[in-house]
């Protein structure tokens, strides 16, 4: 039996195997095998498939920030005051260690950072970096506080068939 395959072009084993790598990359191929029903051989060709494909972009350990001596976080917002501005921000931001993620977003302002720093005076020499950086016209940071969640898995539902991708919204129009 054949199994349908997503409008990604996904099936059921493929998005069991997603799920298995998100929660431990580690964990051995025939043990995945095992869990999808599949061969280790088996398993290998899909994965390299997924990583051929795009699907898995790498493998990667999560870390504690805060074992590691970097205990803020903050979220700064950049605004840039001309399109090509941004482009100029992209080639600096290998410079940038402190900074995990940049966001191109829509708002008050051109790019959100999410940083992590040792110390409030490290953040203030990164807000001053980045203030400096040609382009730059304002700069928006708040420090988190606490966090209640943060996630590095993608939901993957494996037990969705191909095509049943209706929305909440579309089935309660339906009935209405």
Known sequence: MRLRRDEHGLD?????????????????????????????PSVVERVRKLESEGFVTG?????DARRLGLDVTAFIGVST?????????????????????????????????KVKTASTATLAELIGRLRSLPGV?????????????ERTQIKIDVSKPAGSEVSERTKAAAND
């Open 12 to 40: 059921e084993i493929d998005r069991r195997i997603l799920v298995a790598l998100q929660q431990d990359c580690k964990m051995p191929l025939a043990k995945i095998g095992d869990q999808v029903g599949l061969s280790a």
């Open 59 to 63: 493998y990667h350990a999560s870390l």
């Open 81 to 113: 005051g001309h399109p090509n501005a941004t482009k100029d921000f992209e080639a600096k931001l290998s410079e940038l260690e402190d900074v995990l993620e940049c966001h191109h977003i829509t708002g008050e302002h051109t790019l959100l950072l």
């Open 137 to 149: 016209e304002r700069t928006q940071t708040s420090v988190v506080l606490s966090t209640m969640a």
